[in-house]
């Protein structure tokens, strides 16, 4: 009798665990869809660019002065306006600046989020729009945790001369598990397998398809990777581990005291000042724009 409790109550708490992780997983990809009003006093020019089946991503863009390019992606669940600042310093610097909504995010529309994958279209969109509109020019990115993993895992992506990535994680098994850890403990690992497991049943995805480290090698151009020496959803080891399967030329920020959080807004000076050397140097050392493009293969 009592063995046929315990296996009764075993199997509840594995069906609870299941619906628990299953709806968790409902929110977790759910995308939202919502207009962006332009700011006030922000001169910017509204543009919509089309990625394929019927989709676009919602931007802004500011003309600089011929200095150089530079493509800001936000992070999960956010949408350009976490960028704006970074766009503001940028183009006070002189370089043009465009700023898009990912797909799922903001007015850009998309049924569900795919931690970079799909989303790597708008960055593919992006980026070439700004190739045309400052033709010869340098051409850099800062993509923050999800940005920065949608750049690194887009295909075929117009090449860059310069990129920064911001608080990216490195397999999305480490992201999960982080995450979960941060909130539950020790049982948090068991029940990151229940939400990863849902990946090829929600996004036919895989796991081995959202692993951003594997990709950076691929890279050809000048990488800053940066992140809070306290994140604890992209551990300061996992960013060392991102920085060293980066190729040469790169460099590793580790912001003293930082979490999981705006990295700008947290050390505002320290910020535009590392950043705007690291685009200065690379742009100056790069010259034009090099044919090709990077990214995984189909």
Do not use: N
């Amino acid at each position: 009798m009592r063995g046929r409790r315990w296996v009764v109550g075993s199997s509840l708490l594995l069906l609870g665990g299941l619906v628990l992780s299953w709806l968790a997983g409902s929110k977790l990809v759910a995308g939202a869809h919502y207009a962006i009003a332009l700011p006030a006093g922000l001169l910017a020019q509204t543009v919509t660019l089309p990625t394929g089946h019927g989709r676009s991503v919602e931007g802004w863009f500011l003309r600089g002065d011929g200095k150089g390019a530079v493509l800001l992606l936000h992070g999960i669940r956010a949408d350009r306006r976490q960028m704006l600042d970074r766009a503001r310093f940028l183009h006070a610097a002189g370089y043009s600046v465009l700023l898009i909504d990912l797909p799922g995010h903001g007015a850009s529309a998309a049924p569900r989020l795919t931690f970079g994958l799909s989303e790597a279209a708008g960055v593919k969109a992006a980026l070439a729009y700004l190739r045309e509109q400052a033709p010869g020019e340098g051409l850099g990115l800062i993509g923050v945790s999800l940005g920065a993993a949608s750049f690194v895992l887009c295909q075929d992506c117009p090449q860059v001369d310069a990129a920064v990535l911001e608080s990216m994680y490195p397999t999305i098994e480490e992201a999960v598990e982080d995450r979960l850890r941060m909130r539950l403990g020790a049982l948090g690992v068991p029940l990151s397998k229940l939400l990863l497991w849902q990946l090829p049943l929600r996004l036919d995805i895989t796991p081995q398809q959202l692993r951003p480290i594997e990709h950076l090698a691929a890279i050809r151009a000048p990488l800053l990777v940066a992140s809070g020496d306290r994140d604890m959803h992209t551990t300061i080891d996992e960013t060392r581990r991102l920085s060293g399967a980066a190729a040469q030329p790169k460099a590793l920020w580790e912001v003293e005291g930082a979490v999981h959080q705006d990295l700008h807004a947290f050390a505002p000076a320290a910020y535009e000042e590392r950043v705007l050397r690291f685009f200065e140097t690379s742009f100056s050392t790069q010259g034009k724009h090099t044919a090709g493009s990077h990214g995984v293969s189909d």
